[in-house]
């Protein structure tokens, strides 16, 4: 199988030849001139590569393009549509100028590290490249569910990203945020009043419904959200969750309700949050107020971490925000200022005394099942 240069009439050509064994072991070949352009001869010996193993009655080969074609054809059915564009986005802008016509049967752990590390060197953001090898990965493990490969050129491939800088407000700012707002009766108050007592994230409350609370009980159910590609879809973790609401708060949102009347939405859709403006309007205001500038989601971060600085444990909190890792919600753990020293100091149990002697390996039998 090669694919040889060569010249004629003062021109160059390309020739493409393929050959092997049928499943019946008789020889199969095929063979093409005059082809004008290497990706053209490249093209060429793909496809007699397929009739090939067609031939043999062994897989079919894929080339990177056709694979991710079908791979987000079956994500479509089963994911969100923002993700599977998303994942469209990323890989046609960083791997298709190099990949999109490899077979990805030939594509291993250095093709992999060469993608990552020398093709998509310009990638700032350590992020971003953390998402392409978490998409990739996904595409490459698909292959390998279908038998279509056998290893993942980017299994075990990690980039470490540095924890995500938060702002947050002090309980001082938050109250001067709020009587400012309430006093100049900003359009927003409502929403960044809302934000700060449950910690939703802003399609979240965009999303919510006056039937979603339940003021007998004091629970609001969150259970979809609001995107400006999507409109009223699942949850960002595609889990529903309660938030409690607290005795101060119960009294806004029986004044909230009296206000809104018959208005299903619990909050006012403003023009400003359905054209993703909401950022924007916040650091204004609070440039203006002359308190620390930040951004819509750090209206939920301050909430997080001011529950944490109080006492909330962390299995609480997480199920209120609707964290589904540990780790994400760890690093607000860090900015809440938690110290873990002595956090294991009250134990119940303890360690035998020291009596001179610790234990040998032959005092202890071990069977052959190794319990």
Known sequence: ???????????????????????????????????????????????????????????????????????????????????????????????YPFWKDKDIHTLTKNHAYELIYKHCASIKSDW????????????????????????????????????????????????????????????????????????????????????????????????????SKNGICATKTRRNRMVPISDEFYQFLLELKIERGQEKSVLPLLTEWENGEQARVLRDFCQAIGITQIRFHDLRATFITNLLASGETLVRVMSIVGHSELKTTNGYLRKAGIDVKGGTDKLTFKVPKFDGKLFKLSDYKVDAGGT
């Open 1 to 95: 199988m090669a694919i040889t240069k060569y010249e004629l009439n003062n021109k160059f050509y390309y020739e493409v030849y393929v050959s092997g064994n049928d499943s019946a072991g008789k020889k199969w070949q095929k063979r093409k001139r005059s082809i004008e352009t290497i990706r053209k001869a490249q093209t060429i010996e793909f496809e007699f590569k397929r009739e090939l193993a067609q031939a043999k009655e062994q897989a079919v080969p894929f080339r990177f393009h056709e694979w991710f074609e079908i791979c987000m054809n079956r994500l479509e059915m089963e994911t969100r549509k923002s993700t599977v564009s998303g994942y469209k986005g990323i890989i046609h802008k960083w791997v």
């Open 128 to 227: 971003s490249r953390r998402n392409l090898i978490k998409t990739m990965r996904r595409i490459f493990r698909m292959a390998i569910d279908e038998g279509h490969m056998t290893v993942n050129p980017f299994a075990g491939m990690m980039i470490r990203t540095p924890e995500t800088d938060l702002t947050v407000l002090t309980s001082t700012e938050v109250q001067t945020l709020l009587h400012e707002a309430k006093m100049a009766q900003h359009r927003f108050y409502p929403v960044w009043i809302f934000a700060l007592m449950t910690g939703m994230r802003s399609g979240e409350m965009f999303a919510l419904l006056w039937n979603d609370i339940d003021l007998e009980n004091r629970l609001i159910s969150v259970n979809k959200q609001w995107t």
